[in-house]
């Protein structure tokens, strides 16, 4: 619950400088208004397009972390049984 809250705040703060982003329109039109959306939208999905390609290089290294640590030999205990009366 703790780590919903923090990722609701912080997409909060984020969502806050964003807008800032984008001048006031000085008109109440859509054409007035749009070029300033296509450039901040064009901006994140940019973003959002590198951190994925980021990503999948990192596809190899993360595989290898999970594998390296599934190949180890665990140490057997063996079963104890209790009789029940």
């Given amino acids: 619950m703790g780590s919903w809250m923090l990722v609701t705040g912080l997409a909060s703060l984020f969502a806050g400088d964003f807008s800032g982003m984008i001048p006031n329109p000085t008109g109440t039109t ?8 296509a450039k901040l939208f064009a901006e994140l999905g940019v973003g959002s397009l590198a951190v994925g390609i980021a990503l999948v290089v990192l596809i190899p290294f993360l595989r290898k ?15 104890t049984v209790v009789p029940v009366a």
């Fill in 30 to 37: 859509a054409i007035a208004t749009n070029p300033g959306y």
């Fill in 65 to 79: 972390l999970i594998t390296d640590k599934a190949e180890k030999p665990s140490v057997e205990v063996p079963a």
